[in-house]
């Protein structure tokens, strides 16, 4: 059973920076697509981000330019560094995982079974 923790989340303001961590645990040795998500009350959980298992990555285009994805592939520890964050990307972080070669749909929800328990990243203007 893959478990996962985030951290890293917080308040900054507009124009600030944050990085969240996922921490992989009782994991097989993969592979795995991994990715970013996140979402607010009231709305449907968006991809943020996604690391295929040869490198490739996938943005949302509201974030594209300002977040970067990237991943320890020793330890399966997934990382998001979000700069020039805007009050929009406040949201509940999640970090998900799925134990396959290749994904789809990498910003989809529903290619993912397993999830972290999220990480608030709140930013004020």
């Known amino acids: 059973q893959v478990q996962l923790m985030e951290f890293g989340g917080g308040s900054v303001q507009t124009g600030g920076s944050l990085r969240l961590t996922c921490e992989a645990s009782?994991?097989?040795?993969?592979?795995?697509?991994m990715a970013w998500f996140r979402q607010v009350p009231g709305k449907e959980r968006e991809g943020v981000a996604a690391?295929?298992?040869?490198?490739?990555?996938m943005f949302a285009r509201s974030v594209e330019g300002r977040f970067t994805i990237s991943k320890d592939r020793a330890t399966n520890t997934l990382y998001l560094q979000m700069n020039n964050l805007k009050p929009e990307d406040t949201a509940m972080y999640y970090c998900a995982a799925e134990i396959t070669l290749m994904l789809a749909a990498p910003l989809r929800e529903s290619s993912y079974t397993h999830w972290g328990q999220g990480t608030q990243v709140t930013v004020s203007s």
């Open positions: 690391l295929d298992t040869d490198g490739s990555t």
């Open positions: 009782g994991y097989s040795r993969g592979p795995y697509c």
